[in-house]
């Protein structure tokens, strides 16, 4: 089992479109969570880190499951500048440190 | 933005050459991490350091070799490389105040020849 599973993707929907995406988890014992996003052949950017009472900004949601160990993105009114992918994030151990990446989900915004 | 520089952002080097890539971040930080990013592949956790102390090694092989003189900078030093090992190259940095955010460069994108 992958120890950060994303949805495979791609995601293709219109502009307006509420999109959601979702993310497992492997190690119960992991502390943080965010989810990135990357634009094609550029850095990861910091999206919203994802709280355990769930979080908002703007037209983004996100949401964690620690008890399922679920973690999920929602964009509502999707936008062309959301085309991106999406990186589903989490920091395990003690020291908060090791940070392993999902492999992302790639979402096309079409007018 | 300018928060996390590196240095170059593009470079071809032989397999017998040595090279080695910089990253400076201006936020006050004090961790520093290298990923590797393959094409199609995700993000890989290469090093990180904490407060100029190796923290975390995802058993990376001993080709490359970090350096971190301080909070602010840090090296990654390449030697002996193989064609695989051409990728992009990220450095981030955290603020170690429980939030972990980490901030990337832009990266640099190596080939290997």
């Known amino acids: 089992r992958k120890e950060v599973e994303q949805d495979p993707g791609p995601f293709n929907v219109p502009e307006g479109a509420t999109v959601a995406f979702n993310c497992t988890y492997s190690?119960?014992?992991?502390?943080?969570f965010f989810w990135y996003r990357q634009d094609c052949r550029k850095e990861p950017k910091l999206l919203m880190s994802?709280?355990?009472s769930g979080n908002e900004d703007g037209r983004f949601t996100a949401q964690l499951n620690r008890a399922s160990q679920y973690i999920s993105l929602l964009i509502r009114d999707s936008k062309l500048s959301d085309s991106a992918t999406y990186l589903c994030?989490?920091?395990?151990?003690?020291?908060?440190?090791?940070?392993?990446f999902g492999a992302g989900t790639r979402l096309f915004v079409k007018a | 933005e300018t928060g996390v520089t590196q240095t170059p952002r593009h470079l071809v080097m032989g397999m017998t050459n040595k090279k080695s890539l910089k990253c400076e971040q201006h936020l006050g930080h004090n961790a520093m991490y290298w990923y590797k990013q393959s094409a199609k592949k995700p993000l890989e956790l290469m090093f990180v350091?904490?407060?100029?102390?190796?923290?975390e090694n995802n058993s990376v092989p001993s080709r490359f070799s970090p350096e971190c003189p301080n909070s602010s900078h840090l090296f990654l030093h390449l030697h002996t490389l193989q064609p695989e090992d051409s990728a992009l190259y990220l450095c981030?940095?955290?603020?170690?105040?429980?939030?972990?955010?980490?901030?990337f460069g832009p990266g640099t994108r190596l080939t290997v020849t």
């Open positions: 981030a940095s955290t603020s170690t105040d429980r939030t972990y955010e980490q901030y």
């Open positions: 994802v709280y355990s």
């Open positions: 994030v989490v920091n395990e151990g003690t020291g908060g440190f090791k940070t392993i």
């Open positions: 350091y904490n407060f100029k102390e190796q923290t």
């Open positions: 190690n119960s014992a992991s502390q943080s």
